[in-house]
Nanobody, 123 residues
Framework: QVQLVESGGGLVQAGGSLRLSCAVS????????MGWFRQAPGKEREFVAA????????YYADSVKGRFTISRDNAKNRVYLQMNSLKPEDTAVYYC????????????????WGQGTQVTVSS
């Protein structure tokens, strides 16, 4: 009943920027906490950022704080991740995710997942 589709990944040089977008189907969109996770080769999925339904609560992993910005446009059923000052260690598949209720940092607590979009940061 909820589908998420990520876009905007690609290859970028260290220090560059990318903007990821997630299109969401399902009503009402504003009831969902939305999040971004990432998974690098050989590693578990890692929390990146989350935003509450109204946009009033925003949370970041320490590793991306000050560089990444999560936002949402409820009128367009979309959530975004602006990534600046990218580093090689940011290389991963980035996933959009959604859940009902409060913000959490555990991947297992999210109910719906997109297919992922690859972000590669070269030195």
């Amino acid at each position: 009943q909820v589908q998420l589709v990520e876009s905007g990944g690609g290859l970028v040089q260290a220090g560059g920027s990318l903007r990821l977008s997630c299109a969401v189907s399902g009503r009402p969109f504003s009831n969902y906490v939305m999040g971004w996770f990432r998974q690098a080769p050989g590693k578990e999925r890692e929390f990146v950022a989350a935003i509450t339904g109204s946009g009033g609560g925003i949370y970041y992993a320490d590793s991306v704080k000050g560089r990444f910005t999560i936002s949402r446009d409820n009128a367009k059923n979309r959530v975004y991740l602006q990534m600046n000052s990218l580093k090689p260690e940011d290389t991963a598949v980035y996933y959009c995710t959604a859940r009902m209720g409060s913000v959490v940092r555990a991947a297992s607590s999210y109910d719906y997942w997109g297919q992922g979009t690859q972000v590669t940061v070269s030195s």
